[in-house]
């Protein structure tokens, strides 16, 4: 079956380092993006892709990075510099065939920072 | 600016009660689309619909149903006969006009006790 892996699940990470959160799609979709979700506060998208290398930044790409080398692959790096980097972080494709907007979701990556 | 607003944040209900989630919108675009996601425990989040603000029509769907209402830029989502199953949170979105990205409001969740 066609769908978005996210991994890992859960993540630790300390204070200061870089994590990166992996994300692949089997869909055949060309457009990718990541989003942010915190209690109270909805999905805020991060960065997306509409093509392999190529990206834009979302509402609140300070402190993140992404590569689009891949269609099938859309990683995310939470690096040092993002303040409050614990969320729950969900990766999503569209395609095509699917319709503008109408986006499939992975089943999220939950970073916790100790 | 797109915004979506659902002042509802948690509904706490009853199983076989009926519900309803309100979404309020605001656009500046004379056409656009309005959506639907739900997002079970599992965390992956997952579409219901897709509405063309042409169509003013009741959308029903089995024990869902949806109000658009274009004059008070609502697009409200009622669930019928509510079952233990239904326990999510409910995400109403809207695009942003020329760009393949959502504005998600901040989420209602809803809790169906038995």
């Known amino acids: 079956d066609g769908g978005i892996t996210q991994s890992p699940k859960y993540l630790f990470r300390k204070e200061g380092q870089n994590v990166t959160l992996s994300c692949e799609q089997n869909?055949?979709?060309?457009?990718m993006y990541w989003y942010r979700q915190d209690p109270g506060q909805g999905l805020r998208l991060i960065y997306y892709s509409q093509i392999v290398n190529d990206f834009q930044k979302g509402d609140i790409a300070e402190g993140y990075s992404v590569s689009r080398e891949k269609k099938e692959s859309f990683p995310l790096t939470v690096t040092s510099a993002q303040k409050n980097p614990t969320a729950f972080y969900l990766c999503?494709?569209?395609?095509?065939?699917?319709?503008?907007?109408?986006?499939?979701f992975g089943a999220g990556s939950r970073l916790t920072v100790l | 600016a797109q915004k979506v607003t659902q002042a509802q944040t948690e509904i706490s209900v009853v199983e076989k009660e009926d519900v309803t989630l309100d979404c309020v919108y605001e656009t500046r675009d004379t056409t656009y689309y309005l959506f639907w996601y739900k997002q079970p425990p599992s965390g992956e989040l997952v579409f219901l619909i897709r509405?063309?603000?042409?169509?003013?029509q009741n959308e029903i769907s089995g024990r869902y149903s949806w109000n658009f209402q274009k004059s008070t830029s609502s697009f409200n989502f009622t669930i019928t006969a509510s079952q233990v199953v239904d326990s999510a949170v409910y995400f109403c979105a809207l695009p942003i006009q020329g760009a393949q990205k959502l504005v998600f409001g901040q989420g209602t969740r809803l809790t169906i006790n038995p």
């Open positions: 509405r063309n603000s042409f169509d003013e």
């Open positions: 999503a494709s569209n395609g095509r065939s699917t319709g503008a907007n109408v986006l499939t």
């Open positions: 869909l055949n979709h060309d457009a």
